[in-house]
C-alpha cells in the first residue's frame, strides 16, 4: 500500500536480491566452466632408458707379428704360407662364407710382376696405411688387352692413379691388393722400432658375393711395429 511521505523500500531489496542472485549464477556456473575445463589425467614421466650401441664390425682381434700388427676377424686362422721364396704371412677364415676369404701379408721380399683382378689404392702414412679410394671393378672391365697380354696373360692397367698387373688370364677370380704410386706392388712404411720395410697385402673372396669391407678394414689396421 502507498503512503504519503514514506519510501517504498522494498522494490529495491527485491532489485537487490534478484541482483546477488544472478552474480551468484554467473559464479558458479563459472567455477562449473573452469572445473570442466582442467586435465584430470595424472601423466608421470617414466623414467629414461639409453641403450649404448658400439660402432663396428664383427668381432675382431690383433695379430703381432715380428715386424708389424693388424687386426682380423675372431673366427680367422693362420694358414701356410702360400710361397717359400718371399716372407709372407697367411690367414683364412671360418664357416662356410668365412672359409672362402684369404689374406696375404708379403713383408719385403715382395713377389714381382705380382697380377691381380682388382686393385685397391692406398699410401704411406708413418708406419700405418691411408686407404685413398675404393676397390676397382674387375680390371678386365677398363685394361685394354695387347699382344703381351695375350700371351703372358698380365697387362698393365691404372686404377686410381695407381699402377698395376691385371689378371686378364683368370679375370674370373676375385683377387685384390694394395697398391700406391711409389710403384708396381710397393708400400714403404716406417716402423718406430723395426725401421723401413715394404709390405704388400692381397685378399681372395671367392664368395658369390665377394664383401671388400673386411680388407679395407684390415689394411686400415695394418701397422708396422
Not at 33 to 57: C, D, E
Not at 188 to 215: C, E, K, Q
Request: with cysteine.
Amino acid at each position: 500500500m502507498y503512503h504519503l511521505g514514506r519510501r517504498q523500500a522494498h522494490h529495491y531489496i527485491l532489485y537487490a536480491s534478484i541482483g546477488l542472485a544472478i552474480c551468484g549464477v554467473l559464479l558458479a556456473g563459472s567455477w562449473t566452466l573452469h572445473a570442466l575445463l582442467q586435465p584430470h589425467t595424472i601423466l608421470k614421466q617414466s623414467k629414461s632408458i639409453t641403450h649404448t650401441v658400439t660402432a663396428g664390425g664383427a668381432p675382431s682381434r690383433q695379430i703381432s707379428k715380428s715386424v708389424f700388427t693388424l687386426r682380423l676377424p675372431s673366427d680367422w686362422h693362420a694358414t701356410k704360407s702360400p710361397s717359400f721364396t718371399y716372407t709372407a704371412f697367411s690367414w683364412s677364415g671360418s664357416g662356410l662364407v668365412g672359409s672362402a676369404r684369404h689374406l696375404d701379408v708379403y713383408v719385403d721380399h715382395l713377389p714381382p710382376n705380382f697380377a691381380v683382378n682388382r686393385l685397391l689404392p692406398v699410401r704411406a702414412a708413418g708406419s700405418g696405411l691411408d686407404v685413398t679410394g675404393t676397390v676397382s671393378d674387375n680390371c678386365v672391365n677398363f685394361t685394354d688387352k695387347t699382344a703381351q697380354s695375350t700371351a703372358s696373360g698380365h697387362a698393365m692397367s691404372k686404377w686410381g692413379g695407381v699402377n698395376f698387373l691385371c689378371d686378364m688370364g683368370n679375370y674370373e677370380r676375385d683377387v685384390v691388393a694394395i697398391g700406391s704410386s711409389e710403384g708396381l706392388n710397393q708400400v714403404t712404411l716406417m716402423g718406430s722400432t723395426t725401421g723401413r720395410h715394404m709390405v704388400l697385402l692381397v685378399y681372395a673372396d671367392n664368395n658369390i658375393n665377394p664383401d671388400y669391407t673386411t680388407f679395407v678394414t684390415i689394411v686400415k689396421s695394418f701397422h708396422l711395429l
